[in-house]
Nanobody, 114 residues
């Protein structure tokens, strides 16, 4: 199983980025997909989830700014991030879950300058 995240980079506060995560080795459409992030010196935290059925959940501090979506034909989950803040600086990783099995990919670094 591989989850390949991309799209990170350096952006100014107030800017936008779109992260992508391409999955292989799993039946993508039946997996719940999530984004997590880990800031320097902090624990990894949940950001957003989109289930196989399309239900969506966000952590409070990104509601209204981030949008998660998926394209099952492309085995890809996206995270559109707008109005970025310096505190959004972190390594963002995607996660695939189904029936207690969880897969992680390498992260992509997002740095937001003030």
């Amino acid at each position: 199983v591989q989850l390949q995240a991309s799209g990170g980079g350096l952006v100014q506060a107030g800017g936008s980025l779109r992260l992508s995560c391409i999955a292989s080795g799993i039946i993508f459409s039946i997996h719940d997909m999530a984004w997590y992030r880990q800031a320097p010196g902090k624990q990894r935290e949940f950001v957003a989830l989109i289930t196989s059925g399309g239900l969506i959940n966000y952590v409070d501090f990104v509601k209204g700014r981030f949008t998660i979506s998926r394209d099952n034909a492309k085995n890809t989950v996206y995270l559109e991030m707008n109005s970025l803040k310096p505190e959004d600086t972190a390594v963002y990783s995607c996660n695939a879950q189904r029936r207690g099995r969880s897969y992680w990919g390498q992260g992509t670094l997002v740095t937001v300058s003030s």
